[in-house]
């Protein structure tokens, strides 16, 4: 007998697969309250997706929130320390206002933190964790990486200082927006190839190695150099160890300078229209926390998944098992439990119950 | 099957034709009825009639995979998405217009009325001054000629509305064309067939 539901909605059954994929690697399980301290939000505000947080008084008259995010408070409670790193995984609700209906919406994630130290071994591991994570929900699914290095040397490279340029230059290269790109760029475009180069480098779907090689024709300063040069160390290592099937480079998706540093992460599967994995590398939110330290996580956003995988079945139960009080109960009980050994679903009832649907119906009530 | 979401009305059907040009023809959609969905199995495409402004909520949430939307609605809903094409056409301004006669009183907000209530409060930001918002959803060239507003935020094409009712443009804020938009999922799981669109339109317009 199988004793996991047929019935268990998708989220569930992704979720206790990631739960064994993270022990597994050494991970252990964190668990937190379900609110913090406002102030934790508010000094952080702009690590946040959202500005909004829902907010209450407790009792002795402190302003608290519930979570908008994990990351935080791992980070401030975490146990690790110049000589021990901290490798940890939840599962938690975060309560998020969504964008299109301004409501609030509480939605699970489950993810991993790594905080310590990070070499490139901590990174690949990672970032075989997150392919790992993706396969578990689909098998088609695709990891894309890229790094902020290569973001930050993009902007230098043309001269980007001012905060509002550089968002709207962000947000053209976030949305693979070659065309504005030039035009709010100007003259500040090191040539004319270079922004041509830059527009492949956006748009390429192409392998790891594809993109990168395209990357590298625009690196015109170090910063992009040494960040492609890890990619490649990444993709390398990868491809020896057969780990590089649906592994891509995407130098579209960024994230908040001031937090992240390093690879970045984003995974997609086929079924699910948005972006259902992020991470990266954040040291300088340690450096916020006053922590001398480096981290690398990732989180995968399961609210919706259900809906993308729905697990309808179209009966109840495979089997009703119909009795009545005449009925021997030691062979009402053996068939009921012969039945199940065969994995079905079997109800027992002393008649058809209202509202319900079976696959078989096997009606003892004639029987002694 | 590619699904496609295009803007009831002209700019749908100019673009369906370039679409049918380089190989997804549908002809149904060209008949004269009630239909919203149109689907041709052969040429694995089907095509969805939505609300221009709708176009990028289709898109974006993954019922469509690609799409065809106007910049002021991109501008304005800030959907996260991706913006593959200029297409070079549906060409005007977002500006700001006023009476002939108007001369802003710095020692109040301006009243602002408008359909775009995001890019207005952005280009008022980005310029230090305190408005105050009056959402309206057509005919917007009304509000300052009753009294409604000082200023619009709208869209303007050849300015003869404008004109018609004693406004003119005060300033232009962004100029306006039709995007090619894709969602970010698709466009990794159906990357060959987007992208190949994107270029092909992109052929076409030079």
New interface residues.
Partial sequence: MNPIPQTQSKDEQVYLSLEGLFEFYGFRKFKMRKFEQYSLYEEYKSFLTSEYVLTFHSPDGKLMALRPDVTLSIVKNTRADESHTDKVFYRENVYRMDR?TKEFREIPQAGVELIGQVDILATLELVRMAKLSLSIIDA?S?L?LSHMGFIEGLLSACNVTSA?TRSRVLSCIA???A??LRDLLGSSIPSNEWMEGLSAVL?S?GSFADTLALARKIAVNDQMNDALDELEVIGNSLSALDMAEGI?LDF?MQNDLSYYNGVLMQG???K????LLTGGRYDRLLTKFRKNLSAIGFALALGDLNSCYPNRTDYDADVLLLYSPETDAGKVLAKAEALRAEGKRVRLATAVPREFTAKTVIDLREEG | MLNVALPKGRLGMKVYNMLATIGYECPEILEDNRKLIFENVENGVRYFLVKPSDVAIYVEKGAADIGVVGKDILLEQEPDLYELLDLGFGKCRMCVAAPDDYREDPDRPVKVATKFVHIARRYYESHNREIEIIKLSGSIEIAPLVGLSDVIVDIVETGTTLKENNLRVWEEIVPISARLIANKASSKFKAEEIYKIASKLKEGKS
């Fill in positions: 299109h088609h695709i894309c509002d949305s693979q927006n065309h504005d748009s779907q891509r579209t997609y599967v086929e699910y229209p948005g972006i």
